[in-house]
């Protein structure tokens, strides 16, 4: 570890900041730019679009950000996400919105647990087990629906509409609940001994262990949280768009890890926050948003998003061993 | 004889590392064709002598002479072609190759476009193999062979190359009574064909058999080197530790408190079978014996870490089970384990929440932990153990050994355990550091803890311990208390002899 301090103390002056502060900066690099050639970008009104439409990906992020932090990976929350909105639409009209929410809820933990015992408990691999869990998910919603597509019938006096597109003291709904995740969890994990079991097993899971705390459950929990997370992205989703695909939420996997990755937490767990991921989401959305507003066609997104996440990993790396390139580790 | 006077000489070697001087004017050579033993306590610095001697580590001063040329060893691979190999302690071999290409691993024969040369390979590795007498084919696999088979082949790769001098790093660690014979077999041809060999090893009865000189190293200096006819162990360990051995510790009091963990009977699969011993408050019990004789396998049966096959374990009169290191620390029982970095502490995290790891769960106002109540406990064992730490902030990964090792045993003085145990209580931890540490476990023991200290040092065991138990092969030999034990009946208890 005396290495280690040796190293992130060779980083000094300004390549230092770039490397550790580097994410920040080219975020508002980014902005400056967009700001300076589209006059809308900066506008209150796009503004609060970016994050009304970051807000699913967000609340997913947070709840992967516990994940991540506790040294594992989740990436069944997309096709988990396909799921839960599907489940929540279909059952809206049959049992009534309230007991659709709570129903799928407890489907959706159901199968956080399930990725909790594999992980946790059989201590399998988290990237095996939930790549396959976005596949089974997948699975799972289709024989639900029999592939046809789900849609609410009464769309406009229901009150399950105002999660997706209510407003309350003129802040987008999405916005506050995105808020509102994002406090509780910031919470758990920077003030309560969950949180810091979190920490602990995600840096050092040997450690942890010698020190009476049991892994097993930390870990279990933490896909819980993350499920219910993704449950209620599912219901802003289904509330703002009415209806569900099968596979609505195919791709948001990758893009809840970016932003994830983008905020600055480890990939080998134990640091992290959800105020970075959720400076992560926002960069995320911003990026994208400007783009559109340059004109460019929204695949441009997908290869600009690579090519920033990237870079972020990239700096994150060279913070770490001290220099930007590296022949060895 | 060879015409040179030394396959490797080394002269007025200074190696220094942030915090401690590891080689201090160090001088040492080994002639052609002689064993010549290098003797030390752990951390005396015949770890980095070694390394410094096959390229590993650059000294800040001092010179190395291969068969009397002045050499810059700027890595291993270097040392290597100049003829000077290390067979490592740990073995380094890839595991799912053949020996073959591990013997040539990096420099394999090749043909025409670059195509492995397979019969020269296996030709050239079995020649090899038949110089040391080996049983096994080029074309084994690593993974299925013994440990001490392994062995041959680091020596096997070692012989690639025009070796002048093979470094070996307590190369019995591992090996049965037959395969340390073998290993002096090959020692031995490799003396005929005038290689010198540098012998690094702990047990004296070893390098009293095969060794021709003994060079001792004591806190990075040079104390030395003796014609082995000529010395015996008294004088070599007098030269390893400063002083004659004696015991004494001053006002040593016999422990007359109630007996707090009795254990009978314990047996787990093949690492340890029918321990039975007892731990009564205000005493320090030491466990010693060589690695893998079954001591740290006890303490983590103890902590539950591992599961007993039989035996019965009874805390203050009440017989328990142990099913999980969260049951033992609920249990009382506390383990500050061997390896302090991957075991004891999470590097990243700060002083403060390290301490308070174990029982962050009670450490709480409603749902939330306690900030004030948290550092009140930092505070508390930071200045009981003088932890030396600009802040509770700092994060432990940036400590030194010793004040990480007191932040582990201050982790599990805050639980106030019945037992405490500790494993390897100073690996790694420079001189002064590790004096402080011997004091402190005896001044809990003096405070009524009950302490099992588990050590690979004889001179640590003997100072810190009111009663020893030694340890051969997973089984008690013999249990001594203070006044009884000496260097030597020690000795002969950890190797199976009494």
Partial sequence: MAEATLTSNRLKGLGGTLAKQGILIAFIVFMIGFALFSEKFLTSGNVMTVIRQAAIVGVMAIGVTVVVIGGNLDLSVGSMLSFSTVLVVDLHDKIGPGEAIAVMLVATLVLGALNGFLIGYLRLNSLIVTLGMLSAIQGLTLIYTGGQNVDISHQDTTWFAVFGRGQVFGLPVPILIFAVVAVIVHVVLAYTPYGRRVYAVGGNPMAAVFSGIRRNRVVACSYLISAFCTGIAAVILGSRVMGSQNNVGQGYELLVLAAVILGGTSLLGGSGSVLKTVIGVLILGFIQNGLLLLGYAYYVQWLVTWVVIILAVWLDVAAKRGRLFSPIA | ?498
């Fill in chain 2, 1 to 498: 004889m060879n015409a040179f006077d030394t396959a490797l000489r080394v002269q007025g070697i200074v190696k220094t590392f942030p915090a401690v001087r590891a080689l201090d004017d160090v001088s040492f050579d080994v002639r052609p064709g002689e064993v010549h033993a290098l003797l030390g306590e752990n951390g005396a610095g015949k770890s980095t002598l070694m390394k410094v001697l096959a390229g590993m580590h650059r000294p800040d001063q001092g010179r190395i002479f291969i068969s009397e040329e002045p050499a810059i060893l700027h890595s291993p691979l270097e040392a290597k072609r100049l003829g000077v190999v290390l067979i490592h302690q740990e073995l380094s071999l890839a595991e799912q190759m053949s020996v073959a290409e591990n013997i040539f691993l990096g420099e394999l024969p090749r043909k025409n476009f670059g195509m492995v040369d397979w019969k020269k390979l296996y030709a050239d590795a079995e020649a090899i193999l038949q110089r040391l007498n080996c049983d096994f084919g080029p074309q084994t696999r690593v993974e299925d062979l013994s440990i001490a088979k392994k062995q041959m082949v680091e020596i096997a790769r070692a012989l690639t190359v025009e070796a002048k001098a093979v470094i070996f790093d307590e190369p019995t660690a591992s090996l049965t009574d037959q395969e340390k014979e073998v290993l002096f077999d090959v020692i031995r041809d490799l003396q005929a064909q005038g290689v010198g060999i540098v012998y690094i090893s702990h047990r004296m009865e070893e390098i009293f058999r095969i060794s021709n000189r003994i060079s001792v190293l004591r806190d990075g200096t040079y104390r030395g080197t003796l014609e082995t006819v000529d010395t015996n162990e008294d004088e070599v360990t007098r030269l390893m530790i400063g002083r004659s051995l004696d015991t004494s510790r001053g006002g040593k009091v016999v422990s007359t408190g109630p007996v707090v963990l009795k254990v009978e009977n314990l047996s787990c699969g093949d690492l340890f079978e029918n321990v039975s011993f007892s731990v009564q408050a205000g005493e320090v019990l030491g466990f010693y014996g060589l690695v893998g004789a079954g001591r740290t396998a006890i303490a983590e049966a103890l902590f539950g870490l591992r599961r007993l096959s039989q035996g019965k374990v009874v805390l203050n009169g009440q017989e328990i089970t142990i099913t999980s290191p969260r049951h033992a620390v609920e249990q009382g029982l506390a383990l500050v384990p061997e390896s302090r970095k991957e075991q004891g502490l999470v590097l990243g995290m700060s002083c403060r929440d390290n301490m308070t790891l174990p029982q962050i769960g009670n450490l709480t106002t409603g749902p939330f932990v306690s900030n004030g109540g948290e550092i009140a406990i930092f505070d508390r064992y930071r200045d009981l153990l003088s932890i030396k730490t600009p802040g509770w902030r700092q994060l432990v990964g940036n400590l030194s050994g010793g004040n990480q090792q007191k932040i582990v045993i201050g982790k599990w003085l805050a639980m106030r355990p019945k037992v405490l145990i500790v494993d390897e209580p100073t690996r790694g931890i420079d001189v002064g550091s590790k004096a402080e540490i011997h004091n402190l476990l005896r001044e809990l023991a003096a405070d009524g803890y009950a302490v099992i200290v588990i050590s690979s040092e004889m001179p640590e065991i003997l100072s810190v311990s009111d009663r020893i138990i030694a340890m051969y092969r997973g089984e008690i030999t013999r249990e001594f208390t203070a006044d009884e034990v000496t260097e030597d009946n020690l000795v002969q208890a950890i190797s199976g002899l009494s």
